[in-house]
C-alpha cells in the first residue's frame, strides 16, 4: 500500500498500525506527536489497533516546546 | 485620528500598501498586542510589532537577560545581561519607535495572573513566545476561555511550528495536541538546542499574524499548522482537523478552570532525537 506520510509518498508490504509506523522509524522522534489520518485526530490510546489503509493521508504532528 | 508629519513619514511605506493604508495604520496604533515570552520568538515578534506601530504592547516575562540568551534574543543587547527582559523589551522597542506603550509584566505567566493580564488592556491578539508546553496549553486554554485570538508557535533544533487560533473559526491548540507530554519526553532548547535564526524566522510569521488579525487583511494561520525545516528549507503548511470534543473549546468543554502543569524538569542533559 501507498501513503502520504508527512506530505510524501510513502510505500509498505502490507497494511500496519500506527503503533508499528512510529516503531519502524519512519517518523523522527516517535516519542511524541500527535498522529492525523484523512484529517482526523486519532486518540493516542488506539495507536495499537488503527490500521493504516492504501491511500491514507497521515499527519505526525510534533510537539514543539521551545521558544526561548 | 489625526496623524503628525513624523507619523506620516514613519509609516509611509504601510500607508501606501493598498491593504493597510492611512485606515489599516490607524487600526494599528489602536491595536494592543500581548506578547508571552520574550524570548527567541517573542524578541523579534515585538521589535517589528513596535516598529509596524502597534499602539500598545505588553510584554511579560519573569526572567532577566542572560548571556545565553543573546544569540537569539535579539531585543536585548550585552548591556543588558542581568536586566529585567520586560524593561529591556521596553527600552528596545521604544528606542526603535516612541508611539508604542510599551506595559510591562515582569512574572511568569500562571493560572492565577494570566486573565487579569489579558483582560488589563483588553488585548486585541496574544502571541505566544514560551520555552514550554505547561504555559502553552495555559495561554492556550486562558485565550479559548476569554474568546481572544492567538499565535501558538514552537522552535527546537533547525525545526519550528506556528498556527494560528481565532475563536470559532478553528481548532484550538488542544484540539491537535491534548496535553502537555510528560516532563523530560520532549526536550526544550535548553536541553536540546536551537539554531538562533529560528524564533526570527517563526516569530516574523507570529507578527505577521497579529498585524493581519488587527487590519483584517488576507487569510490567517487558522485550522492550519505550517511547519518549517531550515535544513531541507522545507515549508508545510498541514490542514487541521477540528475536534468537537475538545476538552476546552468542544461542545461539552470539561476544562472549566485553568491549570497549572509541572513545568518540565531540565534533568535529561541528553534528549531525544527529533532531526
Redesign the interface.
Known amino acids: 500500500m501507498t501513503i502520504t506520510l508527512n506530505g510524501k509518498e510513502t510505500s509498505f508490504g502490507e497494511e500496519i498500525t500506527i503503533q508499528e509506523l512510529l516503531e519502524q522509524g519512519y517518523v523522527e522522534m516517535q516519542e511524541y506527536v500527535t498522529v492525523q489520518i484523512n484529517e482526523n485526530i486519532i486518540p493516542r490510546a488506539d495507536y495499537g489497533t488503527y490500521v493504516i489503509k492504501d491511500k491514507d493521508v497521515v499527519e505526525c504532528l510534533y510537539y514543539m516546546g521551545g521558544g526561548k | 485620528m489625526n496623524f503628525t508629519n513624523a507619523q506620516l513619514e514613519r509609516y509611509s511605506r504601510h500607508i501606501i500598501l493598498e491593504d493597510i493604508g492611512v485606515k489599516g495604520q490607524e487600526k494599528l496604533l489602536n491595536g494592543k498586542v500581548l506578547i508571552i515570552?520574550t524570548?527567541?520568538?517573542?524578541a523579534p515578534a515585538a521589535l517589528y510589532l513596535g516598529a509596524a506601530g502597534i499602539g500598545t504592547i505588553g510584554l511579560v516575562d519573569g526572567?532577566t537577560v542572560d548571556l545565553s540568551?543573546l544569540q537569539r534574543?535579539v531585543i536585548h543587547s550585552s548591556q543588558d545581561v542581568g536586566k529585567a527582559k520586560v524593561i529591556s523589551g521596553k527600552e528596545s522597542i521604544n528606542a526603535i519607535n516612541e508611539d508604542v506603550n510599551v506595559i510591562t509584566y515582569q512574572e511568569r505567566a500562571t493560572a492565577d495572573n494570566i486573565k487579569d493580564i489579558i483582560r488589563d488592556q483588553d488585548y486585541d491578539f496574544i502571541l505566544?513566545?514560551?520555552?514550554?508546553?505547561p504555559v502553552?496549553f495555559l495561554i492556550n486554554d486562558a485565550c479559548v476561555m476569554l474568546k481572544k485570538p492567538f499565535s501558538h508557535?514552537?522552535?527546537?533544533r533547525f525545526?519550528?511550528?506556528t498556527m494560528t487560533y481565532v475563536p470559532g473559526k478553528g481548532p484550538c491548540y488542544r484540539?491537535?495536541?491534548?496535553n502537555p507530554?510528560p516532563p523530560d519526553?520532549?526536550?526544550?532548547?535548553q536541553q536540546?538546542g536551537?539554531l538562533g535564526v529560528m524564533?526570527g524566522v517563526i516569530g516574523t510569521i507570529q507578527a505577521t499574524e497579529a498585524i493581519k488579525y488587527i487590519t483584517d487583511v488576507g487569510n490567517l494561520l487558522t485550522g492550519y499548522?505550517l511547519?518549517y525545516d531550515a535544513k531541507k528549507l522545507e515549508f508545510?503548511k498541514?490542514?487541521?482537523?477540528g475536534?468537537k470534543n475538545c476538552a476546552v473549546c468542544g461542545e461539552n468543554p470539561t476544562i472549566k478552570k485553568l491549570i497549572d502543569y509541572e513545568i518540565a524538569a531540565c534533568s535529561i542533559a541528553d534528549s531525544?532525537?527529533?532531526?
Open positions: 515570552g524570548g527567541g520568538l517573542g526572567d540568551n534574543q505566544d513566545g514560551t520555552d514550554n508546553f502553552k508557535a514552537g522552535i527546537i525545526q519550528g511550528q484540539c491537535i495536541f491534548k507530554p519526553v520532549v526536550p526544550t532548547c536540546a536551537v524564533g499548522l511547519t508545510r498541514v490542514k487541521l482537523a475536534d531525544k532525537k527529533i532531526g
